[in-house]
């Protein structure tokens, strides 16, 4: 086969199997924590003013943290650790862990301070209600504390995956999203403003997420403390790395934050359609997509690292193809099943049947972008293998004026649903600048074995969308249907559609699932160990 060398296919795909379960439960428990959250506050006026408040440290963490530190981190970390020693990798932890905490208590502090300024600038709408804009301010205050914690988090996340461990990381965001859920649950009678509780446990979860990282930190021989030598040849590299990564690898964040500011000028419940349609699309770029990512990016850098090109060339094309093997498939399910899952998940309370409609509304649109985002993760990360985060940075550039543009064009003819395809076609550009990039600096890495996956992968996916289609005939959708009546549609038309891409890809002969299937049965066997 035309892979990657065999052993380090089935690594990757065994990491970022265990990245995606881990991943997958951290989303399960996001979606119970949007299903309370939309029960009982709704989409309206606070749920406005708490998702503009949270987005705000929220990007901050794409862009400090996973964004630039942890890509900056992995790359220099990881040649440390196969061209030094041992000791020379964890001087430059701590180093890395001094500068990361000066830095972060002074953005945090600032962004107490300037918070009104700061939600004028990304919520520019909410001037106009001053009740929404006092609320929106407060809620930032007492959120942005929340990057130092995350930032934190995410560089013992560039640690452990380093080291090989990526259980730990990928699990810790089931602590902010149980904090938030207790919180909502159990709080939100002791505040004027229920939706503070939102807030409180955001702040929770993220001294859990911090907890739960140290004891492995700590199990690997792993004991951050303060050092000083902030002159050291390896943190200014990734110094240098860090402030042109933020752009590269959270385009698709800035993006989504830059409909939030354009969707606050629209109808009251436009942001928080947003919102929810942004999770929907965030679980299999989050699971698979993300854990495709997190488990590259060592592997990239190491054979960076060892000066094995041939080899990173080709574990790229074999990352892509993982990669499209699951969203091609994903992007034909949301398409097809945008209403009833949007109904199924949040359909209750305050949250209405219009609201399931127009939250559909702006899935369908950044739906048609998930193959781009998802491509987008293993590009920048070969990228950032190279220790080149410049190129990513120029494309995002290009790419945040176009969402801009489009946005801007679309929004009023077709209001939410116009920022959510700007933000798809913006990613489309996106990815074809760094592809183009990437080839230019390390020549041609498809061949025939790729086209023909993904042509498979393409066949498999229309037999699904055929079989979800016929299952809407002989069992029709009713929106105004009973919750059981709707779950039930939704689960035939998954299973039934799951298992005819499955089986259609297996028939096809697709080597994704051959490989996949080979790393479990070796695993199950015992004789490979993560």
């Given at each position: 086969m035309d892979d990657a060398p065999h052993s380090e296919s089935s690594r990757v795909v065994r990491a970022a199997g265990i990245v995606g379960i881990a991943t997958m439960l951290s989303r399960i428990f996001g979606f119970l924590r949007d299903m309370v959250v939309a029960g009982f506050f709704g989409a309206g006026l606070t749920t406005d003013a708490f998702f503009v408040a949270f987005r705000i440290p929220n990007l901050l963490r794409r862009l400090l943290a996973e964004g630039s530190l942890t890509v900056s981190f992995v790359?220099?970390?990881?040649?440390?650790?196969?061209?030094?020693?041992?000791?020379?990798?964890?001087?430059?932890?701590?180093?890395?862990?001094?500068?990361?905490?000066?830095?972060?208590?002074?953005?945090?502090?600032?962004?107490?301070?300037?918070?009104?300024?700061?939600?004028?600038?990304?919520?520019?709408?909410?001037?106009?209600?001053?009740?929404?804009?006092?609320?929106?301010?407060?809620?930032?205050?007492?959120?942005?504390?929340?990057?130092?914690?995350?930032?934190?988090?995410?560089?013992?996340?560039?640690?452990?995956?380093?080291?090989?461990?990526?259980?730990?990381?990928?699990?810790?965001?089931?602590?902010?999203?149980?904090?938030?859920?207790?919180?909502?649950?159990?709080?939100?009678?002791?505040?004027?403003?229920?939706?503070?509780?939102?807030?409180?446990?955001?702040?929770?979860?993220?001294?859990?997420?911090?907890?739960?990282?140290?004891?492995?930190?700590?199990?690997?021989?792993?004991?951050?403390?303060?050092?000083?030598?902030?002159?050291h040849p390896g943190v200014r590299r990734i110094g240098m790395l860090m402030l042109p990564a933020a752009f590269g690898a959270a385009i698709y964040q800035i993006n989504v934050f830059v409909g939030t500011?354009?969707?606050?000028?629209?109808?009251?419940?436009?942001?928080?359609?947003?919102?929810?349609?942004?999770?929907i699309v965030e679980l299999p770029l989050g699971v698979f997509a993300i854990a495709v990512g997190t488990a590259t990016l060592p592997s990239f850098s190491e054979q960076v690292a060892l000066g094995k090109m041939e080899e990173l060339k080709r574990t790229i094309a074999f990352s892509l193809r993982l990669i499209l093997f699951i969203a091609i498939p994903a992007t034909v399910a949301l398409i097809a099943l945008r209403v009833p899952i949007i109904s199924v998940l949040f359909q209750r309370g305050a949250f209405d049947a219009q609201a399931a409609l127009l939250t559909a509304q702006a899935l369908l649109f950044y739906s048609l972008g998930l193959w781009a985002f998802s491509v987008i993760r293993i590009i920048v990360a070969a990228f950032f293998s190279l220790q080149d985060t410049k190129s990513p940075m120029k494309a995002a550039i290009v790419a945040l004026v176009v969402n801009i543009s489009f946005s801007v064009a679309l929004m009023f003819p077709l209001k939410h649903g116009g920022i959510a395809l700007a933000t798809s076609i913006a990613s489309v550009v996106n990815v074809g600048m760094l592809w183009?990039?990437?080839?230019?600096?390390?020549?041609?890495?498809?061949?025939?074995?790729?086209?023909?996956?993904?042509?498979?992968?393409?066949?498999?996916?229309?037999?699904?969308?055929?079989?979800?289609?016929?299952?809407?005939?002989?069992?029709?959708?009713?929106m105004s249907g009973t919750s059981s009546t709707r779950l039930i549609h939704l689960l035939l038309c998954m299973a039934g559609g799951g298992a005819a891409f499955f089986a259609a890809a297996f028939l096809l002969g697709s080597s994704e699932i051959l490989i996949t299937l080979e790393s479990l049965s070796r695993r199950i066997a015992g004789r490979e160990r993560v």
């Open positions: 790359p220099v970390f990881t040649e440390y650790l196969r061209n030094k020693t041992r000791e020379e990798a964890l001087e430059l932890a701590n180093i890395t862990f001094t500068a990361l905490s000066i830095i972060l208590a002074v953005v945090s502090l600032s962004g107490v301070l300037f918070s009104p300024l700061i939600v004028t600038i990304m919520a520019p709408g909410f001037v106009k209600t001053p009740v929404q804009y006092e609320l929106a301010v407060f809620l930032t205050r007492l959120m942005f504390p929340y990057i130092f914690l995350i930032s934190l988090v995410a560089l013992c996340m560039g640690i452990l995956n380093s080291l090989r461990h990526f259980a730990a990381p990928a699990l810790s965001p089931v602590a902010l999203n149980l904090a938030m859920i207790l919180a909502a649950l159990t709080l939100r009678g002791f505040f004027r403003e229920p939706i503070v509780a939102l807030a409180v446990g955001v702040m929770a979860g993220g001294i859990l997420q911090l907890a739960m990282q140290w004891p492995f930190l700590v199990k690997m021989g792993v004991r951050l403390k303060p050092d000083f030598h902030f002159r500011i354009l969707a606050s000028l629209l109808p009251t419940g436009s942001v928080s359609y947003l919102y929810y349609a942004d999770r183009v990039i990437l080839k230019r600096r390390i020549g041609t890495m498809l061949d025939g074995e790729f086209y023909r996956s993904v042509g498979k992968t393409v066949l498999a996916s229309l037999a699904m969308w055929g079989v979800i289609l016929l299952i809407g005939l002989i069992y029709p959708w009713q």
